[in-house]
């Protein structure tokens, strides 16, 4: 069992920035494929950004060059860093760990981009 706790959300202007937080719990994080996903209003939720075990990653299109994921094993904590904020990025993001047919979500933290 693990659970997910995100913070670091808020309201920005465009060209801002912001860094997501997910704390987990739980003994085996570093086995766990983590990842950030976001849902926007009346939109299907999308991945925003994966990390493995071996700290490979994975972004989504429209997040490339501007997003950094990245985790910590030592704390069991999972980042987000966010650039040159957009307009668009403005959605709920989640933070998600899996483990073989195991899928665990946090309740999500809010970001809102001003133009």
């Known amino acids: 069992q693990v659970q997910l706790v995100e913070s670091g959300g808020g309201l920005v202007q465009a060209g801002g920035s912001l860094r997501l937080s997910c704390g987990a719990s739980?003994?085996?994080?570093?086995?766990?494929?983590m990842g950030w996903y976001r849902q926007a209003p009346g939109k299907e939720r999308e991945l925003v950004a994966s990390i493995n075990v071996g700290g490979r990653t994975t972004y989504g299109d429209s997040v490339k060059g501007r997003f950094t994921i990245s985790r910590d094993g030592a704390s069991k904590m999972l980042y987000l860093q966010m650039t040159e904020l957009k307009p668009e990025d403005t959605a709920a993001y989640y933070c998600n760990a899996k483990i073989l047919r195991y899928d665990y979500w946090g309740q999500g933290t809010q970001v809102t981009v001003s133009s």
């Open positions: 739980g003994r085996t994080f570093s086995r766990y494929v």
